[in-house]
């Protein structure tokens, strides 16, 4: 199977994974749907093929910012630090609450492709109303596991801020990290942030995700 394909198959699984999760979100919630969103360079790719099969969107691009900025991490590196207990807790850029330029009268106006990160957003509670989310500590594990998962699978293309990474990939073709501020590149897996008392639960989803990583190497491979 190709990477994106992977990636698809990826998100579905999420889809099913998290499904056991009770949440408030409804469409037209989008508390969420802020301008602090990663993603990395494939599937910056699947939105901006999106894009272009959809003209009447791209005008939502002119109002992307001119600045933006990545944590000083990817998820693996800061999952490889903290591993080895060489995380420093190093500044996170500040967090841009201004509302996603893809959000439409409070719906997402690219929906099919949003990137994992818009995906993995969930509260047990209405955010609008509470002002923040509520979600159990299982949710944040089974999120960084995709998380890290998805970034493996486009190890050594540039990760980012999403309007950076889709910025580059329209400039030059395809994400480059050396013509953009604020791009690092993906890594792969050197371990799992998954909680001791939390591995059982998890094994069967992680089964899955490591299967799907599998197949698209082999594809890569040949």
């Known amino acids: 199977m190709t990477p994106s394909e992977c990636l698809l198959r990826m998100y579905a699984l999420y889809d099913r994974c998290a499904a056991e999760f009770a ?8 508390t969420c749907c802020t301008q602090s969103v990663t993603m990395t360079t494939l599937e910056g790719e699947l939105l901006n093929d999106y894009l272009a099969g959809q003209p009447d969107l791209l005008p939502l691009l002119d109002a992307m910012p001119g600045q933006t900025s990545a944590p000083p991490t990817t998820i693996n590196q800061f999952a490889a630090a903290c591993l080895l207990g060489e995380y420093a807790d190093e500044p996170q850029p500040a967090w841009d609450f201004a509302p996603c330029i893809f959000l439409q009268d409070n719906c997402c106006a690219v929906y099919p492709v949003r990137p994992f990160m818009c995906r993995s957003f969930g509260s047990r509670v209405r955010c ?13 594990t089974l999120n960084t596991v995709f998380l890290q998962c998805i970034e493996h699978l486009d190890r050594g293309r540039p990760w980012g801020n999403m309007y950076a990474v889709l910025r ?4 030059s073709g395809q994400a480059n990290a050396e013509t953009l501020a604020g791009l690092r590149i ?4 050197q371990g799992f942030l998954i909680p001791p008392d939390e591995t059982e639960r998890i094994q069967d989803c992680l089964r899955s995700l490591l299967d799907l990583l599998r197949g698209a190497q082999g594809k890569q491979e040949k």
């Open 23 to 30: 949440f408030a979100c409804r469409k037209g919630c989008a």
């Open 128 to 140: 609008d109303s509470s002002g923040t989310a509520e979600v159990e500590p299982f949710f944040l």
């Open 168 to 171: 580059s990939i329209q400039q």
């Open 186 to 189: 993906a890594e792969q897996i």
